[in-house]
């Protein structure tokens, strides 16, 4: 229900979205999903999450230059709610957020990525050099 809408929505430049075989398995076991974490976090706030690739649709030029600082392809997952950070997850299934304050990673997979957020784990700021 995800993979076809996101290919078929070019930006306004043409930019299009990719799917691959690791956004489509995250996607199959826990797309859809809202979770909101109770109590505090240990690091920082926990994020509440609604794991919907739409979330993403008008996202493609960004994933594709983050995608392409990282060597490889990237795809929406959801977002955190509370901050609008956008979740996504590469072609290796490594899960990244997007935000106003920076680009981080979460975590080498789907189920790391989530423990990380919902326990509210500080995550690592992406750098380039």
Known sequence: IWADPLRGHPSPAGH????????????AEFGG??????GPGRQI???????????????????????????TQTCPLGTETDSQALLAIDAEG??????????W??????DQALAALVAGTQPARLTTG
């Open 45 to 71: 706030a926990p994020a509440t999450l609604h794991l919907d690739p739409l979330h993403g649709l008008h996202m493609a030029r960004t994933l594709g230059d983050l995608g392409r600082a990282l060597d």
């Open 105 to 110: 990673y979460l975590g080498p997979d789907i």
């Open 33 to 38: 999903l809202h979770i909101s974490p109770t």
């Open 16 to 27: 299009r979205h990719t799917v691959f075989p690791a956004a489509v398995e995250a996607w």
């Open 94 to 103: 490594r899960v990244y957020a997007l935000d106003h304050t920076g680009d």
